[in-house]
């Protein structure tokens, strides 16, 4: 989850690297640093905490060089210290490394009976610990990595700097992604597209096991039985790639905003020209799967759990769901006509990944549903839909959560028309709603002023319970983790039926309860739960339609939203799930971008 850049340019490269950086503050901000190779000689600074600490310690202590490599860190081994912020250098060499090394300890054992000395808590350092006892032992340095390379077992993207190759970076991926750009004279790499895209619009994107020696010059590529090999080189849109707050006053503000051109701009990608349809990848073949597994991860996971109503309904497609992280440790039973269905924003999250790997030799389909449609999960399914929600820098995921959603409706639909569930004119009907929702969102978005003011009953709150039933189940479980996310309330989120079942124990006058009750078929049964919650002196908020709170009664708090087809419901109700959790946590004053222990892509298990 750590974020990687590595410059070889014709200019001081420090500033360069920290501005690349910045666009990569997103995957990690417990530390940072930068190495250069100035004159041969190889120097580092390192600092604790925002970019902006590191930033202050360059002005007094600068670090000259063209050629150099950053890191941001999220930590995994050991805490946030500068002792155990990257880069770690031993010697002769420097390393930056995004990943879990998981035989360190062995590794570390071994090292330190043949004399190496450790100053840091990080499995990072043996692999810099390696690298510096092979050169002790005469290698040269690409002899040195390519031999400590064969010693790592786990995911990593690695880069090294070397004292005296002021024209050479060494890196590999095995996991966790990499990409090289290359320039005029000039060579760049990075964790993703977004760190490089101020200086190349050219990217290469390093596949599984791959290893590279780069320099000014271009690339050599190996794969991971040192063949070397050519990896095509992608032409990736600058301007998409680079990110601001477009003058909001945080990036989960301004992505929450873009959601109504965003789901606007990716129907209109899949839109049918001249059938009224949607076009979808050819292949998808849902009238012969006799099963779709889904597999996600966090908001990703709910986006799934929506899914799964939807599938049911409207195709008669039996679903089994499950979170990527225990989908391979239980043995799943998978068979030579399941469809599998992997959701991701990254299109990296290490787990969704390797249970896609695990998943493919078994099953008749892999379909992937991303936002970057150059990631590992995109280039290892069968079929692709990008959701288009663009570059998403907040870590709590809003605009990507509708846009899977809009996706993952998208293909409910086209599997109810294949499977015979849905008739043509029902499908375009359907379509319709669907084509609706950005209007919905952006009337959502006009409830922000009444959502400010009733967040601040919940800012003072320790704990909050959601309810919801049906597709405003799942709705709760975002809202209950949004909150979690950013505002560090504890929160909770039950089907509301389940509320008699145990969590009715824990209503008293002090406990928020937040209720999503359109007025659909389950509207007077959520209503009844609520008023048991009402009954124990619970404070309720209920967010439903106008129908809705007229037949609700009184409520000690309400928000109205827009009458809205069922389909499109969770989508349109997301907003005020996020917005909840944006004004709580201005409320109590806490980093709404970047929220403690959280990073934006996981790419470590």
């Known amino acids: 989850m750590c974020g990687i850049v590595g410059v070889l340019g014709q200019h001081e490269v420090s500033p360069i690297i920290l501005d690349a950086l910045k666009r990569l503050e997103y995957r990690g901000y417990d530390s940072a640093g930068i190495a250069t190779v100035n004159k041969g000689r190889l120097d580092r600074r390192r600092a604790v905490g925002k970019l902006i600490h590191l930033s202050d310690m360059l002005v007094h202590q600068p670090l000259p060089g063209r050629s150099g490599i950053g890191h941001t860190r999220w930590a ?18 420097a390393v930056v490394h995004n990943g879990i090394i998981e035989n360190f300890r062995a590794l570390r054992e ?4 043949d004399g190496a000395v450790f100053t840091s808590q990080t499995d990072t350092e043996t692999i810099v610990q390696l690298a510096s006892q092979y050169l002790d ?20 993207a690695l880069a090294f700097l070397f ?19 290359h320039g005029e004279g000039e060579m760049y790499l990075g964790s993703d597209a977004i760190a490089l895209a101020e200086m190349t619009n050219r990217i290469t994107y390093l596949e599984e096991g791959d290893w590279a020696i780069v320099t000014r010059s271009g690339v050599q590529i190996f794969d991971a039985d040192d063949r070397q090999t050519a990896r095509p080189v992608t032409q990736i849109n600058a301007a998409q790639a680079r990110v601001d707050k477009s003058g909001h006053r945080h990036f989960m503000a301004k992505e929450m905003a873009e959601q109504p051109a965003v789901l606007q701009s990716a129907m209109g990608f899949y839109s049918g020209l001249d059938h009224g349809g949607v076009d979808l990848p050819a292949g998808l073949d849902f009238a012969r799967a006799d099963r779709l597994i889904m597999v996600a991860c966090g908001t990703a996971y709910y986006a799934c759990q929506v899914a799964k109503y939807w599938f049911e309904q409207f195709a008669g497609l039996p679903v089994e769901l499950d979170i990527a992280s225990e989908f391979r440790y239980r043995e799943p ?30 099953v008749a389909q892999v379909v992937a549903v991303v936002n970057v449609p150059t990631s590992s999960i995109a ?24 846009a899977q959603l809009q996706v993952l409706a998208l293909l409910a639909l086209r599997a109810g028309l294949e499977r015979g569930r849905l008739g043509w004119e029902d499908y375009l009907a359907r379509l319709g709603e669907l084509r609706a929702a950005p209007g919905f969102v952006a009337q959502a978005l006009d409830r922000e002023d009444e959502i400010r003011r009733m967040t601040e009953m919940l800012a003072k709150a320790r704990d909050v319970l959601f309810l919801g039933r049906g597709v405003m189940y799942p709705l709760a479980l975002e809202g209950a983790l949004k909150l979690k996310e950013i505002s560090y309330i504890h929160a909770e989120a039950y089907a509301a039926g389940e509320l008699k079942h145990g969590p009715i124990a824990l209503i008293d006058k002090d406990l928020p309860v937040i209720v999503f009750a359109p007025h659909d078929a389950l509207f007077e049964k959520t209503v009844s739960n609520m008023h048991e919650v009402m009954a124990r002196q619970g404070r309720v908020l209920l967010i439903s339609d106008a129908a809705g709170l007229a037949e609700a009664g009184e409520v000690p708090y309400s928000l109205q939203m827009p009458t809205v087809p069922d389909l499109i419901a969770p989508i349109v109700y997301a907003v005020p799930a996020q917005l909840i959790a944006y004004h709580t946590a201005l409320h109590r004053g806490t980093d709404v971008d970047q929220p403690r222990n959280l990073a934006k892509s996981v790419t470590v298990e």
């Open 76 to 93: 995994t081994h050991g805490g946030p210290s500068v002792a155990n912020a990257h880069p770690h250098q031993v010697g002769r060499v």
């Open 110 to 113: 071994e090292l330190a009976a």
């Open 137 to 156: 032992q005469g290698m040269m340095p690409v002899q040195a990595a390519r031999a400590t390379l064969r010693r790592l077992d786990g995911a990593f």
């Open 163 to 181: 004292e005296g190759e002021e024209d050479m970076i060494i890196c590999a991926r095995r996991g966790s992604p990499l990409c090289i750009g």
């Open 333 to 362: 039973v998978l068979g030579p006509q399941n469809m599998a269905l992997f959701v991701s924003q990254s299109g990296e999250t290490a787990d969704t990944l390797a249970a896609l790997r695990h998943v493919r030799p078994h």
């Open 379 to 402: 280039r290892e399914a069968d079929l692709v839909l990008p959701i288009h929600a663009g570059p998403e820098i907040g870590v709590a995921s809003t605009k990507a959560f509708t």
